[in-house]
């Protein structure tokens, strides 16, 4: 990379962080810790993210999960299903609610026959491997593949042997920006605390060209 070409990169990273510089756990009022309420919240907006659908209904609908009380495993699976439905459907997330809400009280009943409801067990039965981790949280009903990339994606300031994690949707979006398209490169535009945060706002780019617009313009 020659000196102009990373000087460049550095305001393109700027300027997306300056305007998209928020994670999705964030977006679905989810304070991220290593903890086993916001991870399982994380996994939860996973879940919902991971479909057909817009980002911002999945984030509002996992908003109105959470407040309308199934904030962790047991509220989740002691919840009626029809409470799980009727709260996806006050977040606009009516396509796929009945599936949906199936889907989350099973898991909610997984992570609680396996893991107690804390996630960090599944962490350390893996003893931290990251491949071990998608192995363990591809059981999880409902969270497929791309599924599991959000949550890695979102929670790796809190588990950073995932990361540098930059899904195929993050890499679209640099692709979009003129940014490398490759996630070691994109890993030292950033601290490593800010993984998570470049991520979400890449993947924002890849979803919405308003973004890339917004980047160009704040550049010209």
Not at 60 to 73: N, Q, V
């Amino acid at each position: 990379m020659d000196r102009s070409t990373g000087h460049r990169d550095k305001a393109t990273v700027k300027a997306l962080l300056d305007s998209e510089g928020h994670t999705y756990a964030e977006d679905a009022g989810i304070k991220l810790k290593n903890t086993p309420q916001p991870l399982y919240q994380a996994l939860v907006a996973a879940c919902l993210l991971s479909a057909r659908i817009k980002a911002t209904v999945a984030t509002d609908a996992a908003h109105e999960l959470f407040a309308a009380g199934m904030r962790d495993p047991r509220r989740m699976r002691d919840a009626t299903w029809q409470q799980r439905v009727d709260a996806l459907g006050r977040g606009h997330y009516r396509r796929y609610d009945e599936r949906t809400a199936t889907q989350l009280g099973d898991g909610a009943e997984l992570l609680l026959d396996r893991y107690g409801g804390d996630l960090r067990r599944l962490r350390d039965e893996a003893d931290g491997d990251p491949e071990e981790i998608r192995r363990a949280l591809r059981q999880v009903p409902g969270l497929g593949p791309v599924g599991v990339d959000i949550f890695l994606r979102e929670v790796q300031a809190v588990w950073p042997e995932t990361g540098p994690l930059f899904d195929d949707k993050a890499l679209q979006g640099a692709e979009r920006l003129g940014l490398p398209a490759r996630p070691e490169e994109l890993a030292a535009l950033v601290p490593k605390a800010a993984y998570a945060v470049f991520a979400a706002a890449l993947v924002r780019a890849a979803l919405d060209r308003h973004v890339v617009e917004e980047v160009a313009k704040a550049q010209s």
